[in-house]
RNA sequence: GGCGCGUUGGUCAAGGGGUUAAGACGCUUCCCUUUCACGGAAGAGUCACGGGUUCGAUUCCCGUACGUGCUACCA
């Protein structure tokens, strides 16, 4: 059975946004589509990115989508601890393990010292800066300095690092789920830094490290990981074993609609879109930046069209249930190649989706965003007629308000100029005539009311059709909505009245 | 700079040695509707460039260009 993981940085900025999401989307599809289990990690290994809350929001935003990811996998369960911090000593025995078996080494080397290295490689024309094979025998550490020197250094309490050892002139590779067989030449990694001198571990050391305790089976992460690769190559082979190694997909990434680069934060600042699934409050700035929910997407039509931008089924079946995705999932239809955002796209999505589910669906969302505009729904009969007459309008769930707000509350402005230059007594003469008409009905339908509306322009020789645009201004205010005498019936006899008579009194000024 | 990855209309993309190179979004026009939308019909618009290989290349190979990522004691 697989066991595939998907590895979230602890910030909203590194996991959450449309990338992130659709990592953990693609991972949770293949998941389900082989019967595995889906794990969430959130890491803690950098503590000066770590964002108060984050851990929180994102199982919120998973929860909104309908991603089953149960906390506890970070909370609980054989695997725990989960915390990097928590995890400290095993990282360290790990590298210590590499030390001891010639695959890693520890460093003594300052920020200042090592910068001071790249500055004269720079000045010496040198194409490469990599701490490696051809430079470590220059530097402070364990490899070029006496045994004893290193134990005293580490003794006298020197803050060192451990770095793994890359050997020269090698190649090592991978087969990748997406792009096939990646090859890389030893010559061009450096010796990353595994243990880093406060004792916590990089993410190349604990991704390892976690694979492996954890049993991870496969692990999709964004193609920025693909350099590092080779990196965690290495340390499966000294560590665990390359045949043990978990399969990789490197997913492609998510780019600017406009102009060049990966998808970011700002762009959706700058070109008025979301970038995050949901509202994120930044605890220190108490900055919002906005979600697709909030701005009234569907999670249906969030995943959706997360899910093909970068994948297709190769059919043309644009709108997926989540299940439907399950099914026609695979990952060697996955793009090698970025994809633009394209937020017309994304919308469009959202309103296929609103058509396609039932308004109970989605009913309770649009009654807080009508409850936000003082609009209290009180009669659910009839707010879901509502809803099912003007959702086929609504391409965001926040549409609602001005779709729906006209069958809760009267107008109080009117389209005046487009009736006022064709307005005459007669036209006020048949509404008088028509009130009255109404008034004595009974059976307050629209089809009926159409007939008479119909007859009585036809008894005052007035062609129904100049008629009926200034009964919908009248109704609604202006020049929108559903057929009118839907309207007129949904909100009933006496409000009809009432809406006409206060109409006529401004068309007649 | 070095290294990796990529490149089919404005965008998402199917396809893959011989095709009129699907489809969707967006855009334009028309129909429907005397509203707005939906829906329907049409239209404009594409294989980055240069060399090979081949009877034939958008498809395979090599270069170039462009894009993008990495090049941290960040992930």
Redesign the pocket.
Known sequence: MSKVRV?F?PSPT?GLHLGGVRTVLYNYLFAKKNDGDFIVRV?D??QS?FVQGAEEYIFKCLKWCEIEADESVVKGGPYAPYRQSERKNLYKEYAEKLVAEGHAYYAF???EE?EAMRERRKAEGN????YDAGKRLKMNNSLRLLPEETSDLIAAGK?Y?IRIKVEANSTISFTDMI?GE?T??TN?V?DK?LL???GMP??HLAVVVDDFLMKITHAFRG??????APVHLLLWKHLFGIENMPEWAHLP?I?KPD????LSKRDGDRLGFPVYAMDWTDPKTSDVTKGFKELGFLPEAFLNMLA???W?P?T?Q?VFTIDEMIDAFSMD?V??????F?F??AK?FNHQWIQKLPATHYSERVKNILAQKDIIIDDEKYFSNVLELVK??CTLLTDFYEQAGYFYKAPITWDVASVKTKWNTDKNDFFTAFISKINSVENFEATTMELYFKELATEKNI????L??PL?VMLVGA?????VFEIAATIGKQETINRIEKALAIFNQ
């Open positions: 590895r940085a590194g890491e290994t950098d990115r080397d300052t920020p090592i194409a490469s800066l990599q803050p690092v792009r990646i890389f030449d061009n450096d830094v880093k001198a406060d990089t993410y193609e920025e990981w693909l350099p590092s990434l780019l102009g060049n680069g990966k093909m931008l970068g297709n190769g043309e644009e239809r793009h090698k190649g970025g994809a633009k394209d017309e796209k469009w086929g309008r062609k129904p059709g100049d009926q645009m919908r020049k929108f909505g559903p057929g």
